[in-house]
């Protein structure tokens, strides 16, 4: 069904590298170009990541991707990218396989903690000095009283 470079480990960055038996993927008929070759050929792959059972991943990532991807989770917690885009099956293969690295490398970045700030007391009193110009200058703009 695919080559053995499109069953083996998917390398996401030097920390991570998600295992053949997480991912599973499935072949099927797609609709695109190519006239009567989408007709008698399967070249649309569905790549499935178990994101539940995966070792390769810790919590917080797993966590963050759960939230992210929300809409790509399948009832049993798997990671779902569709790609039929092309008219071979290892190229559709393979590029389901980096966008799903894509993924995940967003994913493994851990968000900065947002601290409270308060504005200093020279931005409050440069507003509310502007806002006392600006209403200046549109209380100049009413009629003229002769």
Do not use: C
């Not at 038996?21 to 649309?44: E, I, M, Y």
């Amino acid at each position: 069904m695919a080559s053995a470079s499109h069953r083996g480990d998917l390398v996401v960055d030097a920390r991570v590298t998600i295992p053949a038996s997480d991912l599973s993927w499935t072949a099927s008929r797609s609709g695109g170009p190519g006239g009567q070759h989408v007709n008698k050929t399967s070249t649309k792959i569905d790549l499935r990541f178990d994101l539940e059972a995966t070792e390769a991943l810790w919590p917080g990532a797993k966590a963050r991707m759960r939230e992210l991807y929300a809409g790509r989770l399948d009832a049993e917690g798997r990671l779902v990218i569709t790609n039929g885009g092309g008219r071979s099956q290892t190229a559709n293969l393979e590029e389901a396989r980096e966008r799903l690295a894509n993924l995940i490398r967003a994913a493994l970045v851990v968000p900065k903690v947002r601290r409270k700030t308060r504005p200093s007391a020279g931005s409050k009193r440069r507003r509310l000095e502007s806002k006392r110009r600006t209403a200046q200058k549109k209380a100049g703009r009413g009629p003229v009283d002769y």
